[in-house]
């Protein structure tokens, strides 16, 4: 694998309403993890914990729906500094679990946390203005900003992830993708 | 858990109806009518008396708009929202029942003296805004109208005794308590000219059956409830059909919005139409006959029964017809208010007292139909046309109208002209000489057909009315320029979207998703990339959908897509092909 | 009565089909696959899902409920008929709440098979995400009505054992219900219940106390499924 345009191409990822069981698959792609570093670097990612975004980047990883205003300010920042994004696993797609929520006030939903959980000592609902609000229902990204492509699975397998970075790396769109290493589940 | 004393009223009902699956529409109605609502455990002892499984009563009960299990308010008022009431004021009517009452649409005031609902389409697109209170119809409702209603139904005063009826009326139809104007404004020599029963009959039985299919199929005669199929051949098709048993049945489910011919002709000339499935009886070797009624029709059963009674003394109907061998009878079964049932399998099926689901065709309704018998499934205009044949001639009949479509059609003009009403019409008339004949000025477009048909604007006015061009049940529904041609696409979306039967998955999800995709391009937040998604999922649902409804859906996107594609252009955004309907702002309002 | 045979031709190849037959059976006869759905072995034919439409002439007819006829021309593998089939599934992951990761049909599901077979990556609509209510009363069966398709198989195919109906069909649109008779509950035996979750294509039904006995990745469609 070489990239054409001479240097490493540029990669953010980021897990909104996710459980980072997307990030963990890209890990998983075993010793081809080496072959990853070389062409690849990342920028604003949990992967070398940078915060910001410091560059224009090649390629978006987001995993996870929005859930809350700051997911939505995240998936806004990526799709600025992103030239292609990428929508990766369940959550992000459809909404995933967090989606089971969708169709149930928000009310409601605080009331069941925060007050009626019997783990609590207090029931208090939290009411910082430093939290992020909460939405209405979860919103897969591609409700929210344009999303390129789709990669499902939760988590989507660690060979689906390989083969998509090397499509893109090649610049192939992902509706190219073998269907064999896509699964829902 | 349910009295005993209310079971055996329920019991008392199911008698009477002496324990005929067939009849579990009137069952559910009659008991709706008694306590206003269905609950579950009347449905469970309904099931039990009428030897039904459970599911079958509540799959039933829960398809028809009509039927509640929640308490309907002794004085239900369901309020017409086709588009043309809205054209004539609907908000208004609204905000003055609302604000009257003090409750939301969907909600019965605190004592459930009265329930608030609204309701597709009830056949008076000439006189709206119209309601509907415990089945009464009442036209031309004002803001104060809806006061003097309020008030009359806080004193329990009777639904009859707040009727107003026309002079006019009175005189003409004493079986008839309405305040539902005719309004026939255009007469012509099929129906609204001489008519004297029994001669067409007679006549009919000098011919002979076969002569008489022979005739009918001569004459060009062609369905006029839209479809278009021609009469001779399926009276033909289910004489050929082997069977111990033939039916006649008469489609009086005249749902499509806008139209409202067939209300006219039951009130009109119902004996004609009567004579007409006699007719037909005959020539098919049936010896009954049902007439379907929508329910929104059902202020007219009392002046329907008392005229079969009337025939059937006069031998026009029962026993040995005008002295002869031959025995036919007709009844008259209600919906309970779904437009699917205008579908003739879905109305089969509903008159076997089950949800109004369409049936998988073949087989077709002419070899196995009500009770899997044959049966002709005719529209009350096609058999009028029949006995006008039968009369007058095929020869005579092809004489009329234009060479491929033979004879009249009845329009039922509505909307922004000065002349709403009934007109009876040659075939091939041009879209603009009839604008001119109902008096519309200032015409931005024409719904042919209703939802269902075309919609055209001014640059078509010169096409024709005829099976070769625009083709039509006979709904013909006029917009001026003043009008905002989305939000009426957008009313006859929903009212697709909530009529649906939800049997097949194209259109029970794809007009879900039509009506949302119109809503994002209504919203501002639209692109030429939508516009094209909303064709080709207008095209998927057209494409797969299992009857004519989905068949159709989506036609009033299609139709203004092509006829009207500037308005589509100059709301949607072009210089984005994305653009994401989320607000920050609104989804995080409850937070 | 002797079996008579008529020549019809899908894709081109000509096939010899038994009267009466539809064009899904026929297909099926001689290993020619078109997909389906809501169709189900011995059961009649509902035209529910609509995704075996195939091509005669200009007309695009449901497979299963249209009768072979002699020389009937049919198209089954087109491009707009590929299209048209993974826009009717995409209709069914936005009408329900599909959540593939927490479902125990995940691997068993017709339809997720089909989404992989027709190459879903995401649905082309947007998600409506209804809400639908979990039914947990019954002793032996669990409906997740967000899984349901509204196929009729259980209408269809699960009878109580005296031969009753005790699924059906309630409300209308897009608010239309698979319903059990919910006033007999010992109507639905554990083995009546085993019967209903083998019949449903998705994880609408499932037998209780029986999850997850194969693990994710061995199941029926991760082994020979065509995803």
Redesign the interface.
Known sequence: MSTEMGRKWIVATTSLAGCFGCHMSLLDIDEKIFELVKIVEFNKSPFDDTKEFSMECDIGLVEGGCCNSDNVRVLRLFRKHCKILISVGQCAITGGLPAMRNGIPVKELFQESYCNNLTLANSLIPNDEELPLLLDRIYPCHEVVQVDGFLPGCPPRADLLWEALNLLIAGKSLGKISMKNVKYD | MISPEMRLQIAEIVTQYHFEQTELLAVLSAVQKKWRFISADMIAVIAEEMDLPVVHVEGTASFYHFFSTQHAGKYTVYINQSATAEMAGLKEIIYAFESELGITIGDNSSDNQIGLRTTSCIGMADQEPAILINGTVFTSITPSRVSELVAGMKSNSLVRDLVRIPLEAQKCYPTLHTEVRNNIRLKGPVFFCDYIPGIALKKAMELGSLDVIEWIKKSGLRGRGGAGFPTGQKWASCLASESDQRFVICNGDEGEPGTFKDRVLLTELPEMIFEGMTLAGYSVEAKEGILYLRAEYSYLREHLEVLLESMRSRHLLGRRILGTRFSFDIRIKEGAGAYICGEESALIESAEGKRGQPRNRPPFPVTSGYLRRPTVVNNPETLGCALRIILNGPEWFRSLGTPASAGVKLLSIAGDCRMPGIYEIEWGKTIREILDLCGADRTLAVQIGGPSGTCISEKEFDRRICYSDLSTGGAFTVFSRDRDLLSIVHNYMKFFRDESCGFCVPCRAGNVLLVKALEKIMSGNGTLTDLDKIQELGIMVKKTSRCGLGQTSPHPLLSTLNSFSEIYRDIVRKDVDYLSQFNLESAVEDS | MEQSYIQITIDGREIMAKEGQSIVEAARDHGVVIPTLCDFKSLP??????VC?VQIGGR?V?GC???VSFGMVILNDTDDLRN?RK??IE??F??G???????EK??NCEL?NL???Y?M??P????????RKIESHLPHLLIEHNRC??CLRCVRGVKAKDG?????????????RV??????PDALTEETAQKAMDICPVGALIKKKTGFKLP?GKRRY?VNG??
């Open positions: 034919p509902a035209g529910t899902c609509r439409m695009i449901p409920t249209t009768p048209l826009g009717l209709m069914l936005v009408e709440n599909h959540m593939c990761p927490t479902c995940s691997g997720q989404a992989y077979q190459g990556l995401v082309r609509f947007p998600f409506l995400f209804p809400h398709i509204q009753h109906e005790i699924f059906g069909f309630i409300q209308r649109g897009i608010n239309i319903t059990i008779d919910s006033t007999d994710i991760d065509n995803g």
